[in-house]
Nanobody
């Protein structure tokens, strides 16, 4: 059974940083396409970033240059480093494996 558990969300001021973690069990992150999506109130869920089995990272245009997705194979964990946060980044951030299995999400709020 696949389980994805996100952590690291919180309240941060504009321009600040957060690092989200997604601890996986029931699968090996390096052998799957792991991604981060986000969903803001009243908006559709959107892809933020994903990393392929080969380690190639793909980003949404809105976060390119500010966010970095990575993985630690030893810890079987995927990360999302978010720098230069903006109010429009406020959302629930969800970890996914192959866009099939999903975590419960972690809230990120960017506000002064």
């Amino acid at each position: 059974q696949v389980q994805l558990v996100e952590s690291g969300g919180g309240l941060v001021q504009p321009g600040g940083s957060l690092k989200l973690s997604c601890a996986a069990s029931g699968l090996i992150v390096s052998m799957n396409v792991m991604g981060w999506y986000r969903q803001a109130p009243g908006k559709q869920r959107e892809m933020v970033a994903y990393i392929t089995r080969g380690g190639i990272a793909i980003y949404a245009d809105s976060v390119k240059g500010r966010f970095t997705i990575s993985r630690d194979n030893a810890k079987n964990t995927v990360y999302l480093q978010m720098n230069g946060l903006k109010p429009e980044d406020t959302a629930v951030y969800l970890c996914t494996a192959n866009s099939r299995d999903w975590g419960q999400g972690t809230q990120v709020t960017v506000s002064s």
